[in-house]
């Protein structure tokens, strides 16, 4: 018989760290299971959890659950162990994501361990930043993190960032202007305000950040679904620093390596004393998604915008227990 190389009590802590990643609306759309027979943890994403009106094609799903699989690996290499990873596995259920199989750490593994310390301390912050620019050489770590990952990342000029502040604004009007994606937003939006029990899921009113005195800022106001008579106002930073995160296709495997970049260039901009934040809001709708591309850069297909500065970290948001979303099968 082969020795078993983990165990349930090292998976469940894998999955706690993996369980930080960000997700839309903090909706945490991921389900682990382990498989103690072969050492191997099956990525599941969770239906129920899907925003089926401002994520209909569930890619920003397949990227929160990849953010996830992205931390496992760093878990992993943290305590000592490889991680080998097959995504959309020929012939699983649709929504098996990712099969990961455990076993003895492998070269390059430290370079992830090294990401470890940020994983707890990675918060999305919608707060304003400084003015102060991102040096280059930070930047250029962050499209090598990426890369890492097979994904671009590229910063937009000036102009083309006006653009997409732009976009933001005109996909904040259709948002108010479509009652289901008020709807979806207000369910998953400040759920520490209400009566009952405290939620372990979705954003709540403290992390919503000031409402912009200053006109379009690049993050999303949650307020706009959920309003809080006492949020105050503030002035963001004039010209964002935002970055663009690309695969040259757009299919499921591509959101899965993006998912996978997003969460390195992330941990790696928190390492680096950053503060983070990201604006979907141009990418939920079709018609605007094409636009936010850089024409100037062969970025492919954006994924994701992120917003880069130096600005106070964001409040912690609520993560659902371990038991909650990890199952443990019983070796046969």
């Known amino acids: 018989m082969t020795a078993r190389t983990v165990e ?15 997700s839309m609306h903090n909706a945490q759309p991921w389900r682990f299971v382990f498989r103690p027979g072969d050492d191997t943890v099956e990525l599941y994403g969770d239906p129920e959890r899907a925003l089926t009106r401002t994520d209909p ?87 090598a993190a990426a890369r890492l990952e097979g994904c671009r990342l590229t910063v937009p000029g000036a102009w083309h960032v006006q653009t997409l502040l732009g976009l933001v604004r005109d996909s904040e009007q259709r948002e108010e202007t479509d009652p289901l994606v008020r709807a979806e937003t207000a369910a998953w939006t400040g759920g520490d305000r209400g009566p009952g029990p405290a939620r372990h899921d979705g954003v709540p009113a403290s992390a919503f950040g000031p409402r912009s005195s200053g006109g379009p800022a690049a993050v999303r106001d949650f307020g706009r679904a959920r309003p809080e008579p006492d949020r105050g106002w503030a002035v963001f930073e004039r010209r964002p620093q935002l970055a663009l995160l690309g695969t040259p296709g757009d299919t499921r495997a591509d959101w899965l390596l993006a998912g996978q970049a997003l969460e390195r260039v992330l941990l790696r ?42 600005g106070p970290a964001g409040p912690a948001t609520p993560r659902r227990p371990v038991t909650e979303v990890l199952e443990v099968l019983e070796v046969r």
């Open 8 to 22: 349930a009590e090292t998976v469940a802590l894998l999955v706690a760290d993996a369980v930080t990643a960000p």
């Open 57 to 143: 094609d569930h890619r920003a799903l397949h990227l929160g659950c990849a953010a996830a699989l992205f931390n496992l690996r760093v878990s992993a290499a943290r305590h000592g162990l490889g991680a080998r990873v097959r995504l959309l596995p020929e012939g699983s259920p649709p929504w098996l994501l990712a099969r990961v199989s455990f076993g003895p750490a492998a070269g390059g593994d430290d370079e992830l361990a090294a990401l470890y310390e940020a994983l707890r301390r990675r918060h999305t912050s919608r707060l304003p930043f400084a003015d102060e620019p991102v040096p280059p050489a930070l930047l250029d770590g962050l499209r």
């Open 269 to 310: 901009a928190t390492a680096d004393g950053l503060a983070t934040s990201m604006t979907s809001q141009p990418l939920e709708w079709p018609e605007l998604r094409w636009t936010v591309r850089d024409p100037l850069a062969s970025t492919g297909h954006v994924q994701m915008v992120l917003r880069l500065g130096y």
